[in-house]
């Protein structure tokens, strides 16, 4: 007979040493958004006893209004989602077969050099996808619902973690205990910041103007980046004639035009649009996101662990947040099942210090890339200006660096973890 056995039989209270070993969960998750979902759908479909915790009702969250972005979704985030069985149930699922990248201004139209990739370029299909988040997000929690996943409307309010887990406070006073806890809680990630956890980063000064638009002609399954002085212009189709679009201004000047009804609104928006598309009106709500950088110096601490946002919030201009996310979730997920099938403890230091090493350096790197970009093309210096013409020019001129553009921008590149590849953990 085990000790735990022999323990069990006597009435009286357990000895010392089991008392702090009863978890409710393997797993609670802060944060039930895209991230915190995903994360939740990928552990449960190991085996962890996983709860997810937010404070915004599941009806808040699955409002059709709740938040107007439409994501462009790498190659490695399809596969993911495919995996854990989302992926099939999502409608509306747009595919970008072409991306132009020009410089260009308001009135002129964008510049004669272009950067064009192309899908025939990559064996994979498609480079990416549009998903709308009216779409995934409830997608995201039908699933989560269906793998019968505890779901507690409430926030994580403290933690003390221990040798052994981490006893988790919720707003209601009500305690749990797991054996790791992983903050999905996003950019302002009360869970790094109360671990101690120190970020850097710095605000853009530049506003995202968040809407979807109807056009008149069709998009051809393109994607276009225009680089406008004040911040980068994208324009992602959707299916049927209609797109969304990232327009990026000064916050000041972002406030003034968010402000302006329906039709002035339209009237800043179409000359730095162009006439390429026929005539353009709006299809559905306009939404507005400041921009920051911002990267947590550490991604693990002593029985925690932070996800997507939580972990890293990088400027939109290449649509790489949530793709950037999900390759955390499918590497976490990874990183915890092998430890839990190898006997090691989940949640030891150095079973979370894999999941850092793993990353980390990724998610710098295209923070620092993202930064860059925005810092040299949101402007108007006539010598940048020709600079970054004759780079595109160039870069396009060359087929080995167009290639390997898109397989990073479609996240094909590094040691993808199993998820990421279409495999189950
Ligand atoms: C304009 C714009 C366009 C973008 N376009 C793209 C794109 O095309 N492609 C792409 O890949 N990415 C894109 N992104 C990035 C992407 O939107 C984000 O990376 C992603 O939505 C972050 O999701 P998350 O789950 O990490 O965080 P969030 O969505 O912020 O979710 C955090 C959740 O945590 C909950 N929470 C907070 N505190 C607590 C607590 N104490 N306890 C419990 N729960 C808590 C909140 O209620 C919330 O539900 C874009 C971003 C912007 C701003």
């Known amino acids: 007979m085990t000790v735990a056995a022999a323990a069990a039989m006597d009435n009286g209270p357990p000895p010392p040493i089991f008392r702090g070993m009863s978890f409710d969960d393997d797993i609670l998750i802060a944060g039930g958004g895209l991230n915190g979902t995903s994360m939740a759908l990928a552990l449960a479909s190991a085996g962890f006893r996983t709860t997810l915790v937010d404070p915004k009702p599941p009806k808040v969250r699955k409002a059709k209004d709740f938040d107007g972005r439409g994501y462009a979704l790498s190659i490695s985030s399809m596969r993911v989602l495919k995996t854990l069985g989302v992926w099939d149930a999502l409608t509306d699922v747009q595919s970008i077969l072409h991306i132009t990248v020009t410089d260009g201004r308001a009135g002129e139209g964008p510049s004669p050099l272009m950067l064009a990739f192309d899908h025939g370029e990559i064996e994979e299909g498609p480079m990416g996808y549009m998903v709308e988040d009216r779409h995934l997000r409830p997608a995201l929690m039908q699933a989560v619902n269906d793998a019968n996943i505890t779901q507690i409307d409430d926030h994580v309010a403290g933690f003390a973690?221990?040798?052994?887990?981490?006893?988790?406070?919720?707003?209601?006073?009500?305690?749990?205990?797991?054996?790791?806890l992983i903050g999905c809680d996003g950019r302002d990630s009360a869970i790094g910041r109360d671990s101690g956890i120190k970020r850097q980063g710095w605000g853009y000064d530049q506003t995202a103007l968040v809407c979807a638009v109807a056009h008149e002609?069709?998009?051809?399954?393109?994607?276009?980046?225009?680089?406008?002085?004040?911040?980068?212009?994208?324009?992602?189709?959707?299916?049927?004639?209609?797109?969304?679009?990232?327009?990026?201004?000064?916050?000041?000047?972002?406030?003034?035009?968010q402000r302006m009804n329906d039709a002035d609104y339209l009237d800043i928006l179409r000359p730095r649009f162009g006439g390429f598309l026929g005539r353009i009106d709006l299809a559905g709500d306009r939404f507005t996101y400041p921009l920051r950088l911002s990267i947590a110096d550490h991604f693990v601490a002593p029985r925690v662990a932070l996800v997507g946002d939580a972990a890293h919030v990088v400027h939109p201009i290449a649509g790489q947040g949530l793709n950037?996310?999900?390759?955390?979730?499918?590497?976490?997920?990874?990183?915890?099942?092998?430890?839990?099938?190898?006997?090691?403890?989940?949640?030891?230091?150095?079973?979370?210090a894999r999941y850092e090493r793993w990353r980390r350096f990724d998610t710098a790197t295209l923070a620092f890339a993202t930064d860059t970009f925005n810092k040299l093309f949101s402007n108007d210096n006539p010598l940048l200006r020709t600079a970054r013409d004759i780079g595109l020019g160039l870069t396009n001129a060359l087929p080995g660096v167009r290639r390997r553009l898109i397989r990073e921008a479609a996240g094909l590149t590094g040691d993808l973890p199993r998820l990421a590849q279409g495999k189950h953990l």
Do not use: C, Y
Request: glycine share 10%; no cysteine; proline share 8%.
């Open 161 to 180: 973690p221990d040798t052994s887990g981490v006893a988790i406070t919720l707003g209601s006073g009500q305690t749990r205990r797991a054996r790791l």
């Open 217 to 257: 002609k069709p998009h051809g399954e393109t994607a276009h980046q225009f680089f406008m002085p004040p911040g980068p212009l994208a324009i992602l189709p959707l299916t049927g004639n209609r797109a969304s679009i990232v327009w990026t201004e000064t916050t000041a000047r972002a406030a003034e035009i």
């Open 324 to 352: 950037a996310g999900l390759k955390d979730v499918a590497a976490l997920g990874e990183v915890l099942t092998d430890a839990h099938r190898r006997g090691e403890d989940m949640a030891a230091p150095d079973v979370l």
